[in-house]
């Protein structure tokens, strides 16, 4: 099985950047996805890691490294649209992601 | 990305009635399709996992008696909560996958039972 943690919430002005870290144990590691969560909508995929390293796309990267159990998403030039719930899951050979709890983040002006 | 369409977005329904929801993946061919539920505030809960002609592998606690989950071609899904109770209130969300295509979900389904 998986088990994933991230923090539960996090706040940041308007045009700076946050950092949100997951940490994750797993049993047949297969890849670690982050989606972003606005209140009563579906996910989004943002992104996806398999190899070590870093990863950008545009505003948001994330890193990973699998022989610490350690990813994090990056959001620079926050904005508020950006304030939303950001969920770190982790793939197994089975294609099945389990899902960390959710980190929210809050945009402030 | 690829698209993963979930319909209804919302439905209520009366206690006791039987409620279907349909996953369809509408650019590309999804051997294996995920539920999940989602109750407030909460993250998402994987339900079951669907491949295509074969029976749905349930998670520890859920009924597979309750949520009946078929997925007779490569591009639908369906997951059909029978016999509801309030407590199944809940959001149901869809998710496929299909080779190199990574896993995207679709918009998901407000389930009210009153």
């Known amino acids: 099985g998986q088990n994933i943690d991230q923090p539960t919430e996090m706040t940041a002005t308007e045009g700076a950047i946050v950092q949100i870290n997951c940490t994750y144990q797993?049993?047949?590691?297969?890849?670690l996805f982050w989606y972003q969560q606005h209140a009563g909508e579906a996910p989004t995929f943002l992104s996806y890691?398999?190899?070590?390293g870093l990863e950008e796309k545009g505003r948001f990267s994330s890193f990973l490294s699998r022989s610490k159990g350690y990813s994090y998403l990056l959001l620079k030039e926050l904005q508020m649209k950006d304030s939303a719930s950001y969920l770190c899951a982790v793939r197994d050979r089975d294609y099945k992601l389990s899902f960390g709890a959710g980190t929210t983040v809050t945009v402030r002006a | 990305g690829a698209v993963v369409s979930q319909h209804p977005s919302w439905v209520i329904c009366k206690s006791g009635t039987s409620v279907k929801i349909e996953c369809r993946s509408l650019d590309f061919q999804a051997t294996t399709m995920f539920w999940y539920r989602q109750f407030p505030k909460q993250s998402l809960m994987l339900m079951a996992t669907s491949n295509e002609g074969s029976k749905a592998t349930y998670e520890q606690g859920v009924e597979k008696d309750k949520f009946l989950i078929n997925h007779a071609s490569l591009t639908l899904s369906t997951l059909t909560v029978t016999s509801a109770h309030p407590e199944d209130s809940s959001f149901y969300i869809c998710?496929?996958?299909?080779?190199?295509?990574?896993?995207?979900f679709g918009q998901g389904t407000r389930l009210t039972v009153v």
């Open positions: 998710s496929a996958s299909g080779g190199e295509v990574l896993a995207f």
């Open positions: 890691n398999v190899l070590d």
């Open positions: 797993t049993s047949g590691f297969n890849g």
